[in-house]
């Protein structure tokens, strides 16, 4: 099994609120990159693991070296718009894209803009992003998941090999993978439908997805519990597939709390044979793998998180924590 940690570089910080720890993506904090990113990097490091930084333009002049292994890919929040969270303002889209590509309407969803301004963000984005890295960025995340077929056109125009915004069988106001399974490898995209396996060159690498159709992200690990991630990994384990795809913003990595949180995961995955980590553009796509449900490894791994909240505030604030 490959497994790839996707880190979608942004600011912001962690706050408890009520009691449960969330991440904020208010652009003043720069820790968010400055000391969220040198954080996973260094986890991962002790881990052997690799990490994917998709990069969001504005955050590039903040971004901390993090040694050789690791790779770069581009983040593109499209937009303008101010987003409250449990009282808390902020703002999402990104301050470099607004200022040096065309964006004719807020919507921070890149869905919502044509053909033509899609790939004029996603192309003064990779161009910015080789600037400063001297890198290339082959891997991309849509901002709140947020694509469409004219999306995966530009993207393949623009020379990017790998697509990383799956959260597969969800759909909301901003996004739709409904059509993928809940536990979907890597294909290679339709050009006339983004969640069908064609023959574009650009390979979807949806993130894994726990039975409850949340991502794996230590983000997750208030909600959730941390056996549920594992019992996640296990499900997909069992079944021979040949990737596991973690996710997260770098924010978290600023607190302890999820610092831990993904380090007993990376442990537990390092207990299992032939895993192998990997950045997200060494991936290829696999056909044939039919994978099934498991219930044995949620069901031995039920927690007190799971049992003390209701699954409808669960169910919502996930959906806040996704759209970030």
């Given at each position: 099994?490959?497994?790839?940690?996707?880190?979608?570089?942004?600011?912001?910080?962690?706050?408890?609120?009520r009691g449960v720890r969330y991440v904020v993506f208010v652009k003043s904090s720069v820790a968010g990159v400055e000391k969220g990113v040198k954080s996973l990097a260094r986890l991962a490091d002790t881990h052997g693991a690799k990490v994917t930084f998709a990069v969001m333009?504005?955050?590039?002049?903040?971004?901390?070296?993090?040694?050789?292994?690791?790779?770069?890919?581009l983040h593109v929040h499209a937009g303008w718009m101010e987003r409250e969270f449990f009282g808390i303002r902020y703002q999402v889209g990104d301050s470099w894209l607004r200022a040096h590509s065309t964006q004719s309407v807020d919507s921070p969803f890149l869905s919502d803009h044509s053909f033509g301004e899609q790939l004029d963000m996603i192309q003064a984005g990779k161009e910015y992003i080789l600037e400063c890295f001297e890198?290339?960025?082959?891997?991309?995340?849509?901002?709140?998941w947020s694509i469409n077929n004219d999306t995966v056109r530009a993207l393949v125009e623009a020379g990017i090999s790998h697509e990383c915004s799956g959260v597969a069988h969800t759909k909301t106001e901003f996004d739709d993978w409904s059509k993928l399974p809940r536990i979907c490898m890597p294909y290679y995209a339709d050009p006339d439908d983004y969640q069908l396996r064609g023959n574009l060159p650009l390979l979807m690498v949806p993130i894994s997805q726990m039975l409850v159709g949340s991502s794996v992200n230590p983000e997750h690990v208030p909600l959730w519990g941390l056996s549920w991630?594992?019992?996640?990994?296990?499900?997909?384990?069992?079944?021979?597939?040949?990737?596991?795809?973690?996710?997260?913003?770098?924010?978290?990595?600023?607190?302890?709390?999820?610092?831990?949180?993904?380090?007993?995961?990376?442990?537990?995955?390092?207990?299992?044979?032939?895993?192998?980590?990997?950045?997200?553009?060494?991936?290829?796509?696999h056909e044939g793998n039919s994978a099934r449900t498991k219930l044995a490894p949620y069901l031995a791994a039920i927690n007190k998180t799971i049992l003390m909240r209701p699954l409808p505030r669960i169910r919502d604030v996930a959906g806040r924590i996704i759209r970030g």
């Open positions: 099994m490959d497994v790839i940690i996707v880190c979608h570089t942004e600011f912001g910080h962690v706050e408890r609120i333009p504005e955050t590039a002049q903040n971004f901390p070296d993090v040694g050789n292994g690791h790779e770069i890919g890198k290339e960025p082959k891997v991309f995340v849509a901002g709140s991630l594992k019992a996640c990994f296990a499900e997909y384990y069992a079944q021979n597939l040949p990737v596991f795809h973690i996710c997260l913003h770098s924010p978290c990595m600023t607190d302890p709390f999820f610092v831990d949180a993904l380090n007993e995961l990376l442990l537990f995955i390092r207990l299992h044979k032939d895993v192998e980590f990997k950045c997200t553009s060494e991936i290829e796509e």
